[in-house]
């Protein structure tokens, strides 16, 4: 039976239907990108299998070796870490490039949040530095870029060298910073211009070599480009006059003015601006727009192979000549964007790129000489030597690098100044957000101003009648997160059932320089909604033996049960194992009917199909819940808080859908918890039957012996005599018991 609550829900906001517009988040250094010293790692793998991928440098194939990590506080060591071979030129030189992966070998394992570590050899530049200090200056300036760091690498006990160690761009990677992994992320590589192709998603799916340009990483089996297809092709259709209000709303292009500023400053010719390459894009869930994620900085600050003069390139014509490069062209093109572009240029050369910023380059330099001195790989591919490294900071040393370090920062910074148009600094809002909050009575908003303002204020009407407006604020007691932090919050408070409220951001610089956004006004609509009686029927956070999921791997899984009379569609709806993060994992595309279960596996590997979740159980004690669709503000469903578990012991009501709950040490996955009249069984696991959970084909016994297979009711429904095969075809999904001659009973389920 439906209930009724009074509750929002219609949302018609500018970004569809969307709710939190994350800003990204920024995740400290943590043990494992310390860059205060120099960490040690350590590879020991069997050397035949060194040789073998020594001499097959195009193998993108994995091999077990032992990781050790250590530092001066810390030192950890797994085994069965996945190694191999990464990069592109880097494949064909002395130093090469390689990539552990902690989870390929161990699924759902990682190293503090990391499932996947490249250790880059930078065998290209002589300063051994270059890719750290951008992706430092890229998180710097507000910019979702990798975690680096400098390590010193060792292969069955033998020094390889100084290693630039950078975060791999993954699920993990996109969850730490838009808190949400369920979009699709693509790994842009050349020729990936971004040009127009049509409308039809499967053009954006051409391939370039053995993969594709635009190359699907997460979601693969649903394959899906219409998201990349959508902003493609409003990137190069959108006409000039309407394209700043409206490439916002399937790009998070504010954030992208950024980057280019970066790039541009970076001398970044790699990327996608000149050479149609090296980046990723991320269609960001909670937002419904696509971010942009920088990729492999190394060809920056002054390495040069197009000769090129990338110190003095003019920033407003940076995009290479002759070959559409829509992602720069379209936003120089426009006078607004263009405008917040040298904005934001002009802040990145006065307040990142000085002193401070060259000071630390060098502690960077005097903390990894001594390890560049010993670097036995480092002379090999270019003969570099000490000296070189101490000279590129200041010199140019061969035709690749040109010019030293220090003089190409000078000079780019010198020649930025000169170029940048004259402008007035404005504020700009983005990353606007709300959220429903006491079942959509009151209606929080909030809204990231980074530059300084005299006021932000939400500007709405209720029900199209005379124009409100309420101070938003930045002091962390307004529901703003921190005081200073450049987010601003309010809340619309006790609004009636029934009630269309419009509103939009506006801030001021001074009394005549403001800023209204979003261009079109965001409408929430607070009214009653039925909602489904969805329930969190059973779980396990510590599975071990009692059922693997396609891939043979005991993860840990949670039971959704429809307690309703009606089919409910899960496909807008939420599960989460945090009560304040409610839209955590989207569930799949399928709808439950009246008293059917579904069962997901909770291992955080969404890669592996759509009923695998972005997140893992704790065995010490959680929280569950479902929460329904964006547009009802993700009211919630069914919650639960839990405590510690025991392995292979399920927790789970104790009738379908009903409110008392009860331990299950004979768990009931997929089915009906229904299962009393098996409870006072005793199970022996001398009795082995295989496979189990069953699709209704041959089940195989451990031995041959009389077997009887009963319904969880008690009723006899196979008997065969001295067999160890029995055919299953006759049954139906569902629990059952099998047992023996000699009265050894176990569980089986067919699916």
């Known amino acids: 039976m439906n209930r009724i609550y009074a509750i929002l829900l219609s949302l018609l906001v500018l970004f569809s239907v969307s709710t939190l517009q994350s800003q990204s988040a920024f995740p400290d250094l943590g043990p494992v990108f310390r860059d205060d010293m120099v960490p040690r790692v350590d590879i020991t793998i069997d050397p035949d299998t060194l040789d073998w991928i020594y001499e097959n440098v195009d193998s993108y194939e994995e091999f077990t070796c032992e990781f050790k990590f250590t530092t001066d506080t810390l030192q950890e060591t797994l085994s069965n870490v996945g190694f191999r071979l990464r990069g592109n030129t880097s494949r064909n030189s002395w130093k090469k490039s390689f990539k552990l992966s902690f ?76 808190e949400n992994m369920n979009g699709n992320l693509y790994k842009c ?77 970076l001398g970044n010719w790699d990327g996608p601006l000149y050479n149609k390459n090296n980046f990723y894009l991320y269609y960001n869930s909670s937002s419904n727009r696509i971010e942009y994620i920088p990729y ?31 992602l720069y062209t379209k936003m120089i093109a426009n006078e607004e964007l263009r405008a917040i572009y040298t904005q934001y240029t002009s802040d990145l050369m006065n307040n990142v790129v000085n002193e401070d910023f060259t000071q630390r380059i060098l502690a960077i330099k005097e903390m990894i000489t001594p390890y560049v001195a010993n670097d036995p790989y480092y002379p090999l591919d270019y003969g570099y030597s000490i000296d070189d490294f101490n000279n590129s900071y200041y010199y140019g040393i061969d035709d690749h690098t040109p010019v030293g370090l220090f003089p190409y920062i000078e000079t780019r910074k010198q020649s930025t100044l000169e170029q940048l148009e004259s402008f007035e600094e404005q504020a700009v809002i983005n990353h606007v957000r709300y959220k429903a909050k006491d079942g959509g009575e009151d209606l929080r908003v909030r809204a990231y101003v980074r530059e300084a303002v005299t006021s932000v204020k939400l500007i709405f009407t209720a029900n199209d009648g005379a124009e409100e407006e309420l101070e938003m604020f930045d002091d962390g007691n307004h529901s703003d997160i921190e005081a200073g932090d450049g987010v601003f919050a309010n809340e619309i408070e006790e609004i009636p059932i029934g009630t269309q409220i419009r509103y939009q951001v506006l801030a001021a610089k001074s009394a005549t320089n403001l800023t209204l956004q979003p261009c079109d006004a965001i409408l929430y609509h607070y009214r009653e909604s039925q909602m489904p009686l969805l329930k969190i029927n059973e779980f396990m956070a510590s599975n ?24 409910v569609y899960l496909g807008d709806k939420y599960l989460t194992d945090n009560l304040s993060d409610e839209s955590k994992w989207r569930m799949p595309s399928i709808t439950l009917v009246p008293d059917e279960f579904v069962l997901f596996w909770a291992d955080g590997d969404v890669d592996k199909g759509t009923k695998h979740t972005n997140f893992k159980l704790s065995k010490s004690g959680e929280e569950i819940g479902i929460f329904d669709a964006d547009n009802t503000g993700h009211f919630p469903l069914d919650t639960l808080v839990y405590g510690e578990q025991t392995t292979d012991i399920s927790q789970g009501r104790f009738a379908d859908g009903e409110e008392v709950w009860k331990f299950y040490s004979i768990p009931t996955p997929g089915f009906s918890n229904i299962v009393d009249a098996i409870d006072e069984y005793v199970f022996n696991q001398s009795l082995n039957i295989y ?52 009265g050894n009973i176990q569980k089986l389920i067919i699916q």
């Open 296 to 326: 492999d900085l190394d060809n920056t600050l002054g390495i040069d192979w197009m000769g090129r003069d990338w110190n003095t390139r003019d920033m407003y014509d940076w995009a290479k000549h002759g070959e559409p490069r829509p």
């Open 544 to 567: 071990d033996t009692t059922i693997t999921d396609e891939y043979g791997n005991s993860s840990d899984w949670i039971e959704v049960y429809n307690a309703d009379n009606t089919p």
């Open 189 to 265: 590589l050349w020729p990936a211009d971004l040009d127009y192709k049509g409308t039809n998603p499967n053009s954006y799916k051409f391939e370039q070599g053995d993969r594709r340009a635009y190359d699907l990483k997460t979601n693969v089996a649903e394959d899906d480009y219409s998201d990349i297809a959508n902003f493609i092709t409003k990137l190069n259709q959108l006409p000039n006059e309407v394209f700043a209000c409206e490439i916002q709303k399937v790009f998070n292009v504010y954030d992208y003015l950024r980057v280019i500023a970066t790039d541009v400053f």
């Open 103 to 178: 989870n390929t070998f161990e699924s759902g394992r990682d190293f503090y949040g990391l499932e996947k570590i490249n250790l880059n050899g930078e065998h290209n530049d002589p300063s051994i530095i270059r890719s750290k200090i951008g992706w430092d200056l890229m998180n710097s300036f507000g910019i979702p870029g990798s975690r680096a760091n400098h390590v010193e690498v060792y292969i069955n006990g033998n020094y390889y060298g100084l290693y630039i160690q950078v975060e791999h761009i993954d699920e993990v990677f996109v969850d730490s910073r838009f």
């Open 691 to 742: 496979p189990n959970p069953n699709s209704r084909g041959s089940l195989f016994l451990s031995h041959q012996s009389n077997i009887e297979i009963y319904s969880i009711n008690g009723r006899l429904l196979i008997q065969e005599y001295q067999v160890q095969e029995v055919n299953l075809d006759g049954l139906v999904s569902g629990v059952y018991l099998v047992k023996d001659q000699k």
